[in-house]
């Protein structure tokens, strides 16, 4: 009962009202003059510095789920739910001159989304779209995603019901606070409420993995209770050791992970709002210290079954939730207060990501397929308003998926999602760094690596949530025609590798075929254009600044 944990609950509403007071107030933190612009309401400006950055870009990638999902699948998989920390560190020295390359050509021309780079560098409205679309749809279960963890928070506290309208009541009541301050103060919200997001999360595992082993006995115990558990497990792919079923699916896991972490949306959304090429390599830098955190969350998982915790019933008959088990191990074993502050810091990691998901959708939205095929003279401040708006919708989506879909099937979506916004590789990623790639080809590998990754994750199942089809992202050798094989492989990986055999291909018929390929629109300098480069097109922030400037004397 909810009234068991009142001490946890006022300290959680506490902390999330003064949060979301701080999502109102954001709207007139480094306020412009106009926020009618998708430069101001969706890039925050383009002017935020290393330490903004650094909070909003690790508040963006390392979310409420990852805080009870990573942990929940070392507590029922062991060894194999660390592939997590592995990818998160592989991806930033990746990234590293990749993404200055796509700040420099986005301010250069102004662009606000990758299917606007796509358009400018193939000349291709329809590539361009199905870039837009592709994105939208990967990041809308990652949204719903967020309400996983808070949802996890709100069962742990006993804030429940038995219709389908009151179990769900506080997420939704959240996430219109949520969607009114995002409509109010932008991309601006997220980057202020990371400060205070990422403080708490840093402030809760500090303790967590200091306190815990000290009442469980240490970590040699901890781990010696969580061997047991597996040693007695029938399943062959746990351990906290990985084995020979699981090894290829964890490396391809964390590798394709990796490739597909930046290039979701709301990933990119919040490098763009960076003020020059060298926040963003500091940041690059610095970034892999969140790993050392996710690392030591991970173990929370194993701290969990140390400590006896029994997870929660799914909301399917005969399931459990493991989502709940870190919630469930702070409310066991640390005093009340603490332990209210522990799930407000899951709660408030929850809607930094998910307004800024929201805004990168709407993004994608406002300016590969309202301005491009609805309102082509659309302006600025129209533009704003369409995004704001689509925001809203985003949102509701995400509710939708939640409380009509079972939570554990929107975990399925995800990996889902990793496999189709992989399929942008080729366009968005290579395309930085060469324009071989005929426009058509490009197309062409899209939809053969989309229609082959949709096809394997029909065929997984997953028998924890008793599902037949997308159960899951691991797909058997064995039915790829290695006879007689246990092991699985990640479904992204293989599904980019026909994408991009099939471009280079199509690529060479195509250009035998002598298909015009469009004008490439951007210029070899626009890759390396700075901070205070004159080619840069000017905020409206930096407009309004020059327009203010008083006229030289004669």
């Known amino acids: 009962m909810w009234r068991d944990h009142l001490t946890e609950i006022i300290i959680f509403a506490v902390l999330f009202l003064l949060v979301s007071g701080m999502g109102f107030v954001a709207a007139r933190w480094r306020a412009p003059n106009d926020m009618a612009h998708l430069d101001e309401w969706g890039l925050g400006g383009r002017s935020f510095g ?64 990758p299917a606007d780079f796509v358009r400018k560098r193939f000349d291709s409205p329809t590539l361009a779209l199905i870039i837009a679309i592709t994105g939208i749809v990967a990041t809308m279960p990652y949204i719903a995603l967020q309400l996983v963890g808070i949802e996890a928070v709100l069962k742990t506290m006993g804030v429940t019901g038995e219709s389908t309208i009151a179990r769900h009541l506080p997420i939704i009541i959240a996430f219109a606070i949520l969607a009114a301050y995002t409509y109010q103060s932008g991309l601006r919200a997220p980057a202020l409420i990371a400060f205070v997001k990422d403080t708490l999360i840093y402030i809760v595992i500090l303790v967590a993995i200091i306190y815990l082993p000290y009442k469980l006995g240490g970590w040699g115990s901890i781990f010696d209770a969580a061997d047991a558990k597996f ?57 892999p210290a969140y790993s050392l955190l996710l690392g030591l969350i991970a173990l929370l998982g194993y701290a969990a079954i140390a400590a006896g915790v029994t997870p929660l019933p799914g909301s399917t008959e005969g399931t459990v939730d493991n989502n709940t088990v870190v919630p469930l191990l702070f409310e066991q074993q640390f005093p009340s207060w603490f332990a209210g502050v522990a799930f407000a810091a899951i709660g408030i990691g929850a809607l930094v990501p998910a307004a800024i998901m929201s805004i990168a959708a709407a993004n994608l939205f ?56 992989l399929q942008t590789l080729p366009a968005v990623a290579l395309g930085l760094y060469t324009r071989w790639f005929h426009r058509g080809a490009l197309i062409a590998g899209w939809a053969a690596g989309m229609g082959l990754g949709m096809w394997m994750l029909y065929q997984i199942p997953n028998p924890a949530t008793k599902r037949l089809h997308f159960g899951g992202s691991a797909f058997p050798l064995e039915k790829l025609g290695f006879e007689g094989s246990t092991r699985t492989i990640y479904v992204g990986l293989v599904a980019v590798a026909v994408n991009l055999l099939v471009a280079v291909l199509f690529t060479l018929a195509l250009r035998a075929a002598k298909v015009t390929e469009g004008v490439d629109g951007t210029e070899r300098d626009d890759y390396f254009a700075d901070e205070g480069d004159p080619r840069l097109v000017p905020s409206p922030r930096e407009e309004a600044e020059v327009a203010a400037e008083p006229a030289p004397k004669v």
């Open 366 to 421: 406002t300016r590969n397929i309202y301005k491009e095929y609805l309102r082509k003279d659309a302006t600025a401040a129209q533009e704003a308003n369409v995004s704001k708006i689509t925001s809203l919708v985003v949102k509701v989506g995400a509710v939708a998926c939640i409380v009509f879909l079972d939570p554990q099937f929107s975990i399925d979506l995800q990996l889902i999602g990793g496999v189709i916004i």
């Open 231 to 287: 040693d007695a497990s029938p399943s062959p792919n746990d351990g906290i050791l990985l084995n020979a079923n699981n090894q290829l699916q964890y490396i391809t896991l964390a590798l394709g992970s990796a490739l597909a972490l930046f290039l979701y949306p709301h990933s990119l959304t919040g490098v763009l709002a960076s003020r020059s090429r060298d926040v963003i390599k500091r940041n690059m830098s610095a970034l």
């Open 50 to 113: 290393g330490w903004i950055t650094w909070f909003l870009v690790g508040g963006d990638l390392y979310t409420a789920y990852t805080f009870v999902a990573v942990p929940a699948l070392l507590f029922g998989a062991g060894a194999a739910g660390f592939f997590a920390v592995p990818y998160t560190i592989i991806i930033y020295p990746l990234v590293f001159l990749v993404l200055v390359r796509l700040w420099s050509v986005s301010h250069r021309h102004g662009f606000v989304t």
